[in-house]
């Protein structure tokens, strides 16, 4: 019984920290261009969007199976969300654009944040 309450909390948790997420996630900047928002004018900021939607799908995966326990999915939540607040500060200073370094520096932590991800999932 107590490990089903567990469970059902853990749910509810990464469930909150989910659509916490997405709501920041679709904030927009002055080119309507921002994180969660796919603008095909903007490749750089779209690529880096479909990373983070990706690398949610993942962490969400791992909660449903059970992979991921607590601790580690709001780790790696809270790592997500500074990578939507670095592109969003990003976007900010280029009127809704990346650049190529600003786009190179956010792939590094998604690859940081993937390959943990992934050893989470395999421990």
Do not use: Y
């Given at each position: 019984?107590?490990?089903?309450?567990?469970?059902?909390?853990?749910?509810?948790?990464?469930?909150?920290?989910?659509?916490?997420?997405?709501?920041?996630?679709?904030?927009?900047?002055?080119?309507?261009?921002?994180?969660?928002?796919?603008?095909?004018?903007?490749?750089?900021?779209?690529?880096?969007?479909?990373?983070?939607?990706n690398q949610q799908q993942r962490i969400a995966n791992g909660v449903s199976s059970g992979k991921l326990n607590s601790q580690?999915?709001?780790?790696?939540?809270?790592?997500?969300?500074?990578?939507?607040?670095?592109?969003?500060?990003?976007?900010?200073?280029?009127?809704?654009?990346?650049?190529?370094?600003?786009?190179?520096?956010?792939?590094?932590?998604?690859?940081?944040?993937?390959?943990?991800?992934?050893?989470?999932?395999?421990?």
């Open positions: 019984m107590n490990n089903i309450f567990s469970k059902s909390l853990l749910v509810l948790a990464v469930g909150g920290l989910m659509i916490a997420g997405s709501a920041s996630a679709q904030t927009t900047t002055t080119s309507g261009a921002g994180p969660g928002v796919v603008d095909p004018g903007h490749p750089r900021v779209n690529q880096v969007n479909g990373r983070e939607e580690q999915t709001a780790n790696l939540e809270n790592r997500e969300t500074a990578v939507q607040n670095r592109e969003k500060a990003d976007m900010a200073k280029n009127n809704g654009h990346l650049t190529k370094g600003e786009q190179r520096g956010i792939n590094r932590q998604q690859n940081r944040i993937s390959k943990s991800i992934a050893k989470d999932k395999h421990q």
